[in-house]
């Protein structure tokens, strides 16, 4: 099991695992043992994070053997999957904002690993670091 997140009210923990077939993310209810994968059979996943209400999780899809990665966001009610990053670069490290507006990554699309912020209302992507030096797993600071 790798990259394991619990939700706010420690009912649900999702994680990625090669354990059935190839890397998955999956979702599992602590109250019954109920595991339900997210991701697709092919493209696979890892580093999967709940929403801040729970309601959707982002992970990273990446496929074989493909140079590039994706950021998919799955709503759990409908079980839709909505791509929110799908640059021609690898993409990864996803967090959202405590309040669920926003998506910090890690993107190496200038060549370098760099922090972005991707307001999800408009899907406007911002540069948050600079270079020189490469820039991984962004994170928010906790509300107090």
């Known amino acids: ?9 420690a009912r649900r923990i999702v994680y990625s695992s090669n354990h059935h077939l190839g890397h998955q993310i999956y979702v599992v209810d602590a109250t019954n043992g109920r595991e339900e994968r997210l991701s697709g059979l092919i493209s696979g996943g890892c580093e999967p994070r709940f929403s801040p209400d729970g309601s959707r999780v982002v992970h990273v899809t990446r496929g074989h053997r493909r140079p590039t990665s994706r950021l998919v966001e799955t709503d759990l009610a ?9 640059w021609p670069a690898l993409n990864y490290d996803p967090v959202y904002s405590p309040d669920g507006a926003e998506l910090a990554f890690a993107s190496n699309i ?17 540069s948050v670091t600079a270079r020189p030096g490469a820039a991984r797993e962004p994170d928010y600071r906790p509300v107090r």
């Open 1 to 9: 099991m790798g990259n394991p997140h619990w939700n706010r009210d």
């Open 78 to 86: 409908s079980g839709e999957q909505k791509t929110l990053v799908d």
């Open 110 to 126: 200038s060549g370098e690993y760099e922090i972005y912020r991707l307001r999800l209302s408009d899907g406007k992507p911002y």
